[in-house]
């Protein structure tokens, strides 16, 4: 059974820093892409930044570009993003996803709210 377990979301004041962790079971975790994806309230669910299998290569939203890092360790199957000099735009439910998965699936998500 896959499964997406996110983790490290909370309130933090604009500015501050954030370690968004997902812990995958139930596929070869390695051998799959992963991303972060965010939803806002009200707003549609939106890409934010994806890595590799083996982690060589990673993109970003522009949104996000520079302030965000993607990273992975296949050892632990976990998938993480560190997210610094947070905006309350950033504000958002953030999600991890399996890129070459179908159906996706989906965890439930951890709250990121950027609020002074």
């Known amino acids: 059974q896959v499964q997406l377990v996110e983790s490290g979301g909370g309130l933090v004041q604009p500015g501050g820093s954030l370690r968004l962790s997902c812990a995958a079971s139930g596929f070869a975790f390695s051998q799959n892409g992963m991303s972060w994806y965010r939803q806002a309230p009200g707003k549609e669910r939106e890409w934010v930044a994806s890595?590799?299998?083996?982690?060589?290569?990673?993109n970003y939203a522009d949104s996000v570009k520079g302030r965000v890092t993607i990273s992975r360790n296949n050892a632990k199957n976990m998938v993480y993003l560190q997210m610094n000099s947070l905006k309350p735009e950033d504000t958002a439910v953030y999600y991890c996803?399996?890129?070459?998965?179908?159906?996706?699936?989906w965890g439930q998500g951890t709250q990121v709210t950027v609020s002074s």
């Open positions: 996803k399996a890129n070459n998965l179908w159906p996706v699936v």
């Open positions: 890595i590799t299998s083996a982690g060589g290569s990673t």
